[in-house]
């Protein structure tokens, strides 16, 4: 495997379940990202690791918890979920020297859609 | 007012024409700026990654910035159907991992 991978590709939910998003970057990098992609809206950044520390947060709700057991994994769990969090949820990861870091590199996306 | 602002097009040329992608921006702190594709049903791709003002060269594809109009280009020459894709333009400021992106603009190149 070389880069982001992301499994599953595509996530159809209902709104009781609970599912897990998987992300894992073979770059050797030090900082992991969560985005959602929603039709004609930037990307919205979710969460942001660096050395496996969560470090933003933008007002995400609660029923996204994201997990980072070493820096090269990243999950995203989700829990009674709303139609309008269906969209493509990507992951990326870059290298941070001395707080600065280089461009990101993303995976493919999981498309989820949640009835 | 956005942060970064791109036409989401949808943009539509035929083979073999110049195509020119922009961003505008609000913060003057921006100091990197990059050019991602996106083909449909796939993660963004880094195309283009400069630094502070001026232009960039890598085969078909011309990144320029004009940091005193807080604005960015992508040309595209010699376009090809397979540059049919989204283009999103990203930035950031001189420190930490905020990145900021445009909403991309679709772009379809007719055989």
Not at chain 1, 21 to 32: F, R, Y
Not at chain 2, 38 to 50: A, C, D, I
Not at chain 2, 59 to 66: E, H, K, M, N
Not at chain 2, 85 to 104: E, I, K, P, S, V
Request: aromatic letters at 12%.
């Amino acid at each position: 495997e070389t880069g982001v991978t992301q499994t599953p590709r595509h996530l159809v939910m209902g709104m009781t379940n609970k599912k897990s998003l998987k992300c894992e970057q073979h770059l050797g990098h030090n900082a992991m990202y969560w985005y959602k992609q929603s039709a004609k809206k930037p990307l919205e950044l979710m969460f942001v690791y660096n050395f496996k520390e969560q470090t933003e947060n933008n007002s995400v709700p609660s029923r996204f918890s994201p997990e980072c057991p070493n820096s090269s994994h990243l999950f995203l769990h989700l829990h009674t979920l709303q139609p309008e969090d269906s969209a493509l949820y990507l992951c990326a990861s870059s290298q941070v020297v001395a707080g600065d870091t280089d461009t990101q590199y993303f995976g493919p996306g999981t498309r989820l859609t949640v009835l | 007012q956005k942060e970064v602002e791109q036409d989401p097009g949808p943009l539509s040329v035929p083979e073999g024409a110049i195509v020119s992608l922009n961003c505008t921006y609000s913060n003057s702190a921006f100091q990197y700026f990059m050019w991602y594709r996106q083909y449909s049903r796939k993660g963004p791709e880094l195309l283009m990654y400069t630094y502070s003002s001026g232009n960039k060269e890598d085969g078909r594809f011309t990144a320029q910035v004009d940091k005193s109009s807080k604005y960015i280009s992508l040309f595209i020459r010699d376009s090809q159907p397979s540059d049919s894709a989204t283009y999103l333009c990203a930035m950031r400021a001189n420190t930490g991992n905020q990145f900021y992106f445009g909403t991309g603009t679709s772009l379809t190149v007719i055989p």
